[in-house]
């Protein structure tokens, strides 16, 4: 698998300056992204576009050292002398850089924005397919609700609250169901997810081990649990699609460890959902395939543990696999 060559991240420009160096068209979509942030956004040149005038923006004519005193980010989107002594003043500076449309001499991307404020989602292609980036970010745009930002503010109000009065698992809990509607009134939701004390399980079938045949529920539960306890049989890359926090179990055979006995796998359910955690029992194709299922889902059902039951894809080859092992 390919990896990626640039870090994403959200970085901090709140109280600082952005400056762009150039009057003209690219340096204009720059302004435009740069003024959706709280920073000062300052524009360099000689001979602005007029355009320059209906932006909340700075204007110099002229550049001096001092320009680039509480610059976040630098962006060169003009050629000749003033952008290289920019450019050399911004590296002692220690400035991150961004010479549009010369990804080799860039520090950073700017990726397409999707923006709810507080959220927003970057798509990026490290400069290899701009346009790509682009298509992608109108089928996000189209799949976000204006009223996204409401919520990320709603959540963010009630922060303090949530962690005086909730664990770290039960406050997760608490703010996917916030965000997923479940519940209308906030201060209900809050004190019904204080009370919470045991978790669950979800017995979940990986399919034939492709990404791409995981059920929808499959997926979305994957998203949703703390921990993972899976089979060494379900390939990595569909393990991966859980949250990237979740806590991973193995617990069949493989090489140079030993196998748990379907009892101790059961133990296992029960403890963790004791600790009040959402649980995944993820297993090749259908869970119910190789029994397992029934095995742990009464053990569950003994412990007083709510669980469910999701079927996968189930297929011949992962049916042999269930009886071998």
Not at 169 to 194: K, M, W
Request: charged share 25%.
């Amino acid at each position: 698998m390919r990896k990626l060559n640039t870090f994403p991240v959200s970085y901090k420009v709140e109280g600082r300056r952005i400056v762009i160096i150039g009057g003209g068209e690219e340096a204009l979509n720059k302004a435009r992204l740069a003024i959706k942030t709280t920073a000062s956004v300052v524009i360099v040149s000689a001979a602005p576009a007029p355009e320059f005038a209906e932006l909340d923006v700075d204007i110099s004519r002229t550049y001096g050292p001092s320009t680039l005193d509480g610059a976040a980010l630098l962006f060169i989107a003009a050629a000749g002398a003033v952008a290289e002594r920019a450019r050399a003043d911004a590296r002692v500076r220690g400035i991150p850089v961004n010479v549009v449309d010369v990804p080799a001499a860039c520090d950073f991307y700017t990726p397409s924005i999707v923006e709810r404020a507080p959220l927003s989602v970057a798509i990026a292609t490290e400069g290899d397919a701009p346009v790509l980036a682009r298509l992608v970010r109108a089928r996000i745009e189209a799949m976000l609700a204006p009223e996204l930002g409401q919520l990320a503010q709603l959540a963010g109000s009630l922060r303090a609250r949530v962690a005086a009065r909730l664990s770290k698992v039960q406050a997760r809990r608490f703010y996917e169901d916030l965000l997923t509607g479940v519940g209308d009134d906030p201060e209900a939701l809050l004190e019904a997810h204080a009370r919470e004390a045991t978790g669950e399980v979800w017995l979940v079938g990986a399919g034939p081990g492709a990404e791409d045949l995981l059920t929808l529920r499959a997926q979305r539960l994957l998203q949703a649990a703390d921990v993972i306890v899976h089979d060494p049989a379900v390939p990595d890359r569909v393990i991966e699609m859980g949250r990237r926090d979740a806590e991973r179990i193995a617990v069949g055979a493989r090489r140079g460890h030993p196998a748990f006995a379907h009892p101790e796998v059961a133990a296992l359910l029960i403890r963790l959902a004791r600790a009040g955690k959402r649980v995944v029992r993820l297993t090749p194709g259908d869970p119910t395939a190789c029994g397992r299922a029934a095995e742990e889902g009464a053990a569950l059902g003994r412990a007083g543990i709510a669980y469910r039951l999701v079927p996968g894809v189930g297929t011949a080859a992962v049916e042999a696999t269930c009886e071998a092992a």
